[in-house]
C-alpha cells in the first residue's frame, strides 16, 4: 500500500530524526554531511526521506550523498569484515534477488538475477498460502528453525546461467497448499514440512548458484544483504558450504532488513571518496546499481 506508505514517513520523519539524535548523543550541527536511499524504493516514501535530508544538508551546509538501496545493503556487511576483492554479493530481499559481482568498491556487475519474482516476495506469499502472517520469510523461519522437519520433495526450478527463478514454485506450491486445505488435508505438521521443503529450495537454488559463480569468477569473498540474509538455514547453508573455499561475510542480524545505519555506512565511504551530490538530486522508484 504505496499511499499508506508515504502517509506513515511524513508523518514520523520528524519523530524519527529527534529520537536518532536523541539515542546518538549529537546535535544536528554535528553532523558531517547527509546520506539518503535515493532509490529504487516507492517513489513517495523516497520523496519524504530526500526531502528531510535535502533540507538538513541545506540548513546545516553540509554535503549531501545519494545512495543506492540495493548498494546500502551490501555494505551492511562493512559492521561485520572488510571487502576482498573480487567478492561475489548476494543480495536477497523482499523486492530482489541478485548475485553481484565486485572487482573493487563501488563497482557492480550483475552476473545473476531472478528472472521473475523476487525470493522474499515468494517467501511472503507461500506463507499467506500456509497461513502465517506477514512478514511471511520471518514466520517461515521462526516455524522452522532449529528443527528436523521431513522434507517434501519438490520440482528442481531451472533458470538460465546464474540467474534464479521462483514463481513456478510460488505458483504450483500456493495451489497444491489451497487444494489441501480445501480438501481439510492439511495438518500443523504438513505445514511446518511445506514450510522447510520451501526454504530449502530457495535456499539452495540460490547457493548452487552463488558457488557455481565464485567458482568460475575466482573469488576470495562472498558477501551477503537484504531482508532474507536474516534466515537462519541460509546463513548456516553458506558458511557450512563456502567457509573452506572463500571468506564469507554475513551482516549482522541487526541490519540485514531496511534500516539507516546501513545507509549511513556506505555514505561514509562515498563522501571519503569524494562522492556527493548536489541539492537537485530527485529520487528514483528504479535505478540501475552503480548509478
Ligand atoms: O530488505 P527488506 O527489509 O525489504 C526490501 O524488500 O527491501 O526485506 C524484506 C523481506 C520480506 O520479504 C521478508 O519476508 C524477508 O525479507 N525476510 C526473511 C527473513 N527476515 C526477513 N525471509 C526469510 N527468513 C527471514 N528470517
Same mark, same amino acid.
Given at each position: 500500500m504505496p499511499e499508506v506508505a508515504s502517509r506513515l514517513h511524513l508523518e514520523n520523519v520528524g519523530y524519527v530524526l529527534k529520537d536518532c539524535f536523541a539515542q546518538a548523543g549529537i546535535k544536528p550541527e554535528q553532523l558531517t554531511a547527509v546520506a539518503v536511499t535515493g532509490g529504487p524504493g516507492l517513489i513517495g516514501a523516497l520523496h519524504v526521506g530526500v526531502l528531510a535530508a535535502k533540507t538538513i544538508a541545506n540548513f546545516y551546509q553540509i554535503p549531501l550523498i545519494n545512495v543506492h538501496h540495493l548498494a546500502g545493503h551490501i555494505y551492511a556487511n562493512e559492521f561485520a569484515g572488510k571487502f576482498i576483492f573480487p567478492q561475489l554479493a548476494v543480495v536477497v530481499s523482499g523486492g530482489n534477488s541478485e548475485i553481484i559481482l565486485m572487482k573493487d568498491h563501488m563497482s557492480f556487475e550483475i552476473i545473476g538475477e531472478t528472472l521473475d519474482d523476487a525470493i522474499g516476495e515468494s517467501f511472503d506469499k507461500i506463507a499467506r498460502a500456509l497461513g502465517l502472517a506477514y512478514p511471511g520469510g520471518v514466520n517461515i523461519d521462526k516455524l522452522t528453525k532449529d528443527q528436523d522437519i521431513p522434507v517434501i520433495k519438490l520440482p528442481k526450478v531451472h533458470a538460465s546461467g546464474y540467474n534464479l527463478s521462483?514463481?513456478?514454485?510460488?505458483?504450483?506450491?500456493?495451489?497444491?497448499?489451497?487444494?489441501?486445505?480445501? +480438501?481439510?488435508?492439511?495438518?500443523?505438521?504438513?505445514? +511446518?514440512?511445506y514450510a522447510f521443503s520451501v526454504e530449502k529450495a530457495f535456499v539452495d537454488q540460490l547457493l548452487d548458484k552463488v558457488f557455481k559463480a565464485a567458482k568460475a569468477y575466482k573469488v576470495k569473498q562472498i558477501v551477503m544483504g537484504g531482508g532474507v540474509s536474516a534466515n537462519s538455514y541460509l546463513r548456516k547453508e553458506i558458511i557450512r558450504r563456502g567457509q573452506d573455499l572463500y571468506k564469507i561475510v554475513i551482516p549482522p542480524?541487526?541490519?540485514?532488513?531496511d534500516n539507516a545505519a546501513m545507509i549511513a555506512k556506505i555514505g561514509s565511504r562515498l563522501y571519503k571518496m569524494g562522492r556527493t551530490d548536489s541539492l537537485d538530486f530527485a529520487p528514483q522508484a528504479s535505478r540501475e546499481l552503480g548509478q
Open positions: 521462483y514463481s513456478g514454485l510460488k505458483s504450483s506450491l500456493t495451489r497444491k497448499i489451497k487444494d489441501l486445505k480445501a +480438501k481439510g488435508e492439511m495438518t500443523p505438521e504438513l505445514v +511446518k514440512s542480524l541487526w541490519c540485514t532488513t
